[in-house]
C-alpha cells in the first residue's frame, strides 16, 4: 500500500487542457482510416505484452522484461507522424516501440525468448534489440543511455544534410540523468533534428516522480538551453499524434531540437519482478477504467459507427491470432549456435 505522499493525482497524472494545451474539447480527430489503425496497433501491442509477460511466467523468457502496458498510445501517436529514413531510440521498455516500427512480432518474441531467429540472433533479449532496416537503432539497457546516443543520430542526419529527425524516447527516471542535459546542450548548439520524447509513467522503478525530481513538469527541462517543451496527455493517441505532428516538423525545418513529455501510465510493475506493493490497486484502477487509449480509441470507434462491436471483437481476433503465431514461432525456434557466441562482436 503506497503512502499518501507516493501517490501522484490525478491532475498529475492527466494534462489538464492548459496545462498540455491539448485539452480534449481541441484535439484535432483522426480520420476513419487513422483511428481503425490506431486503434489496431495499439492493440497488438497491448496483446503481444500480455503474451510476453504469461512466456515470462513459465520461464520461456529469461533476464528482465519491461512490458509497456498501458503506454501504448505514446509511441504509435509519434510513429504516425515518422517518414521513412527518421530513426527511433529508447530504452529497455521496447516492445511497443519496435511492434509500432514496423519489426515482425515473430523476430521480436524470437529474440525475447533467445532465439536463432530473433532480431539481434538470440544474443540481445528484451532489452537490447535492433533492426536498422526499420529505422529502430535499440531499445538500451543504460538508464538515460539512449539520450546521446539518439542526439548522435541526429547529428548525422545534419552532417549528412537530410531532412531525417531522431525520435529519442526516454522515461521520467531517465530525466534526471547528467547525460541527459550535456546532450541538450549539444542538440540546441548545433540545431540538431531531434525529438525528445519524455514517456513520464509517474515512476522511475518503484519511486513517485513527486520524490525524485524537484521540479516535474518535464517539458521545461530544456528551458535552460532554450528548447521548446510541450506536455501532453499521453493516453490519448489524438493528442499525441498532433503533439508528434508539430515536434517532427520544428526538427524537420532546421529549428532544432525539440521536448515532448508524455503524461502516461504504465499498468504492470517496472519489470516482472516488480510488485509494484508501491502503489495502490485503486490508483492503477482509476487509471485503466478512465483513461484507457485502447478503450478510449473503441469508444470513438463506435460513437461514429465506423465499426461495430462484433467488427472490433474480429480485429481483436486476428491481433491474437498474429501474437499466438509469433509465440509458436519463437518456441520452435532453435537456440542460436554456440558459435553464435563470437559473430558481430567488435575486436
Not at 481476433?317 to 542460436?336: G, L, M, W, Y
Request: hydrophobic letters at 35%.
Amino acid at each position: 500500500m503506497a503512502a499518501a505522499k507516493d501517490k501522484p493525482s490525478a491532475a498529475a497524472r492527466q494534462p489538464s487542457a492548459d496545462k498540455a494545451g491539448n485539452g480534449a474539447a481541441t484535439v484535432p480527430a483522426l480520420s476513419k482510416d487513422q483511428e481503425l489503425f490506431a486503434f489496431r496497433e495499439m492493440l497488438m501491442i497491448r496483446r503481444f505484452e500480455e503474451k510476453a509477460g504469461q512466456m515470462y511466467g513459465m520461464g520461456l523468457i529469461g533476464g528482465f522484461c519491461h512490458l509497456y502496458i498501458g503506454q501504448e498510445a505514446v509511441v504509435v501517436g509519434i510513429q504516425m507522424t515518422r517518414k521513412p529514413g527518421d530513426q527511433v531510440i529508447t530504452g529497455y521498455r521496447d516492445h511497443g516501440h519496435m511492434l509500432a516500427c514496423g519489426m515482425d512480432p515473430k523476430g521480436v518474441m524470437a529474440e525475447l525468448t533467445g532465439r536463432a531467429h530473433g532480431y539481434s540472433k538470440g544474443k540481445g533479449g528484451s532489452m537490447h534489440m535492433f533492426s536498422a532496416e526499420k529505422g529502430f537503432y535499440g531499445g538500451h539497457g543504460i538508464v538515460g543511455a539512449m539520450v546521446p546516443l539518439g542526439t548522435g543520430l541526429a547529428f548525422s542526419n545534419r552532417y549528412r544534410g537530410n531532412d531525417n529527425v531522431s525520435i529519442t524516447y526516454f522515461g521520467d527516471g531517465a530525466a534526471n540523468q547528467g547525460q541527459v542535459y550535456e546532450s541538450f546542450n549539444m542538440a540546441k548548439l548545433w540545431k540538431l533534428p531531434v525529438v525528445y520524447v519524455i514517456e513520464n509513467n509517474q515512476y522511475g522503478m518503484g519511486t513517485s516522480i513527486k520524490r525524485a525530481s524537484a521540479t516535474t513538469n518535464l517539458s521545461k527541462r530544456g528551458t535552460s538551453f532554450d528548447i521548446p517543451g510541450e506536455q501532453v496527455d499521453g493516453m490519448d493517441v489524438r493528442a499525441v499524434k498532433a503533439a508528434g505532428e508539430r515536434a517532427v516538423q520544428w526538427a524537420r525545418e532546421d529549428n532544432g531540437p525539440i521536448i515532448l513529455e508524455m503524461l502516461t501510465y504504465r499498468y504492470r510493475g517496472h519489470s516482472m519482478s516488480d510488485p509494484a506493493k508501491y502503489r495502490t490497486r485503486e490508483e492503477v484502477e482509476e487509471v485503466r477504467s478512465h483513461h484507457d487509449p485502447i478503450e478510449q480509441s473503441r469508444q470513438r470507434i463506435m460513437a461514429m459507427k465506423w465499426a461495430s462491436e462484433d467488427q472490433l471483437k474480429k480485429i481483436d481476433t486476428q491481433v491474437r491470432n498474429v501474437i499466438n503465431e509469433a509465440s509458436e514461432f519463437a518456441i520452435h525456434d532453435p537456440e542460436p549456435d554456440p558459435a553464435e557466441l563470437y559473430t558481430d562482436v567488435v575486436r
